[in-house]
């Protein structure tokens, strides 16, 4: 359908932190229907934005997952169930919670071993990438959220430090008094109970507060996990003015059967590694974490339209139990096999909207801050026959590190004629990195460093008709190595990675957006050429180094279709193609232990990690005969590269998945939904993902065979 273009009550810039709480309002005007399903034509957009913008209007490739999509993929745990959609967006599900998802966008986050990285993440507007580059998703509230924007390309830069990509999950504001129950049953023991309350208090004030508690056994041995989350929400609007505090809380604890070589897949991929069984692997995270977001809207024909404040803070604790042997961790160098760090962040930023002739412009300032008061330990105790492992035993490892950023940025957008406008920005900034080091019998690690960054974008949007536009844009990125990257030098002495430089990109995009009758589609070519590739160098004892391995080149092609030939019949399509590789070649090691390289990569090799394509579709049908909506998924990925000498890959798969989704109304007051999934339908043994360059050639995470999932909501309004 044709939609005019949204403009919000509150300004919704992106650049710096997302804007759920203004851009809901907005969204909230155009109403909510029961099965409303993504419609690209309609969708608005705030991120990479100065204002909320329909999706066809965008200069940029972005894609925005509906409530409805989210709840109808899965159980609302991982992001990987509703993103693989996503056109250039890897999000991988590890099926290993003491490991976070692997996701990466057109190639940037694929080396990630653990966690996300090059990826800047947000939830609610607060940041979920430190300022060194390293994020979690594992705590996004997705049962409550409204929708997901995924955005690709060059304007990820105008984000800052390591933003190859940028993935912001929106909550869904209250429109009225409700409480909601949700009950999910699976296969492999997975159980979930979900609440989530929302009311209005008073006029302009508004509280929605959600609970979850999730226990899986995992189908392979030594998999189980355990997580808690709570969130909370204080809305208040005035006449120009509009206040959120939230405040979130999340408790996991997991077991991690670790990755499997070549021959054990091979022989039989549901195994665990014994390693695993015999150090009890396992992880513990907990974190909380507040955040205060004021407008302030300005009346009247002063330039100045908006002023804005957004301040947050958390704490994150994490315990992991590793599997490295008593013997490796005998030299005075290493920091044991127990990781554990309290951390403490926290971000401000402050910003301005002006309406300069015809142009909306936006500056403001950013600051964010971690520090992380680390420990490592001995994963055991004793000797010998009384050794007993996978315990806490002696501190080998107390330090403090620090990363800071400090950023300014501005942003325009100007209609430079009736089918042409002008997007610029520019964000620049200064990422300092160091490390106290209070254990000094094993050498003293202390050392600082600090990264500067200039990364300017600009793009055109050129209507041709109502319903097709083109678009183009250009930015120059930057990523900086994390501190764990940073953590150890290649020669074994002590003192900071100082030879390390950051990674700097040039990166080119061009675009086609149709809205036709029942049928949307939108295509994207994009370059990508990198300086100074971050990758690994060195492996020995559980410790890995990194090195600067040249140039790289990503070139790459996305397609994504909606179309509804009838009423009772809705189609989407997504592919994509990515040619990443490195353009220079350079040693490496290839196993642990390893002080120096000593395998060639020769140019022209795949970067690790990457997919040369991949792809997604659903037909769902409403048959009249079955209450509801019956859908067949299917995914497909090629072959995943697991090492730089492309020597090990994960074979490409495809699968097929299987739901049942209805609701019916219990009265004026009452709405039960039901789902019910059969994921992969015909099961397929598959790699889900792969640990990249990992030195005991443990590279391969089984996927999950065929499972089943039954799904119940209740909500009741009053």
């Not at 900034?429 to 003293?444: A, E, I, K, W």
């Not at 989704?661 to 999934?677: C, F, I, K, P, Y």
Request: charged letters at 20%; hydrophobic letters at 40%; proline letters at 4%.
């Amino acid at each position: 359908m044709s939609l005019p273009r949204l403009t919000c009550p509150l300004s919704c810039l992106a650049p710096a932190s997302v804007r759920i709480h203004l851009v809901g309002a907005c969204l909230a005007a155009l109403g909510h229907g029961a099965w409303a399903q993504s419609d690209a034509s309609a969708s608005v957009v705030v991120t990479g934005s100065v204002q909320g913008q329909r999706s066809l209007d965008a200069p940029y490739a972005i894609t925005a997952v509906g409530g409805d999509d989210l709840r109808a993929a899965g159980p609302l745990i991982n992001l990987s169930e509703a993103l693989a959609r996503v056109p250039g967006l890897v999000a991988s599900n590890r099926n290993n919670y003491a490991q976070d998802l692997q996701i990466s966008s057109r190639g940037f986050g694929a080396r990630a071993a653990f966690g996300v990285r090059g990826l800047r993440l947000y939830a609610d507007g607060i940041p979920a990438t430190m300022p060194d580059g390293q994020g979690q998703v594992a705590h996004f509230d997705l049962a409550s959220a409204q929708r997901i924007e995924v955005l690709r390309g060059p304007f990820s830069v105008l984000y800052g430090n390591s933003s190859g990509g940028v993935i912001a999950m929106f909550s869904e504001p209250v429109r009225e008094r409700r409480v909601e129950l949700g009950l999910d049953a699976g296969s492999s023991g997975l159980k979930q109970a979900r609440l989530r309350v929302a009311a209005a208090l008073a006029p302009g004030l508004d509280l929605q507060a959600s609970l979850a508690d999730m226990t899986l056994d995992g189908f392979r041995p030594q998999s189980e996990a355990h997580r808690s989350l709570g969130n909370a929400r204080l809305a208040w609007v005035g006449d120009q003015d509009r206040v959120t505090m939230s405040l979130s809380s999340h408790e996991q604890s997991a077991q991690d059967p670790l990755g499997l070589t070549r021959a054990q897949f091979d022989a039989d991929p549901m195994q665990t590694t014994a390693q695993a069984v015999q150090f009890d692997t396992r992880k513990a995270i907990a974190q909380t974490q507040g955040g205060l977001n004021w407008r302030h809207q300005f009346a009247g024909d002063s330039p100045l339209r908006e002023t804005g404040l957004t301040l947050y803070q958390g704490a994150r604790s994490v315990t992991q139990w590793q599997a490295i042997a008593p013997t490796v961790q005998t030299p005075v160098r290493h920091g044991g096999g127990v990781v554990d760090f309290d951390r403490d962040y926290r971000g401000v930023e402050g910003r301005s909207t002006w309406r300069l002739g015809t142009a909306d412009v936006v500056v403001g300032l950013n600051f964010e801050s971690q520090r992380d008061d680390r420990r490592g330990f001995e994963n055991f105790v004793g000797t010998g026959a009384t050794q007993v492992l996978g315990v806490t035993g002696k501190l080998r490892r107390d330090e403090t590190n620090r990363a800071t950023t400090r950023e300014a940025f501005t942003q325009v957008e100007w209609p430079v004629a009736d089918a042409l406008s002008l997007t610029g920005g520019v964000r620049t900034g200064r990422v300092s990195m160091s490390t106290g080091d209070h254990f000094l019998s094993n050498g003293d690690d202390t050392g600082a460093l600090a990264y500067r960054y200039t990364n300017p974008v600009i793009g055109l949007r050129w209507r041709l008709q109502s319903n097709w536009a083109l678009h183009a844009s250009a930015a120059r990125g930057f990523e900086s190595p994390t501190l764990g990257e940073l953590a150890y030098r290649p020669d074994g002495k002590a003192g900071f990675n100082d030879a390390l430089l950051g990674q700097a990109s040039r990166q080119f995009e061009a675009g086609s957006k149709w809205r036709l009758a029942g049928l949307d589609i939108d295509a994207t070519v994009y370059a990508v050429d990198t300086d100074h590739e971050i990758g690994v160098q060195t492996n020995s004892g559980g410790r890995s180094t990194f090195q600067n391995v040249g140039r790289t080149r990503r070139q790459g092609a996305e397609l994504a279709l909606q179309w509804k030939p009838a009423a009772a019949w809705r189609a989407q399509f997504s592919a994509s193609w990515l040619a990443a590789t490195y353009r220079d070649g350079f040693t490496t090691c290839a196993a642990s232990p390893c002080t120096t390289p000593n395998v060639k990569v020769a140019a022209g090799n795949r970067i690790v990690g990457t997919q040369a394509a991949s792809a997604w579709a659903e037909a769902a049908w409403q048959p009249g005969w079955l209450p509801g909506e019956l859908a067949l998924e299917w995914r497909a990925m090629g072959r995943t590269q697991a090492n730089d000498t492309n020597t090990e890959q994960a074979g490409g798969y495809a699968l097929a998945h299987l739901r049942w989704r209805t609701q019916w109304s219990m009265g004026s007051a009452d709405t039960v939904e039901l789902l019910a999934r059969v994921d992969n339908l015909f099961d397929r043994v598959h790699v889900g993902s792969v640990i990249v360059n990992d030195g005991n050639g443990r590279y391969f995470e089984p996927g999950a065979p065929r499972s089943l999932l039954l799904s119940a909501r209740w909500q009741h309004r009053w």
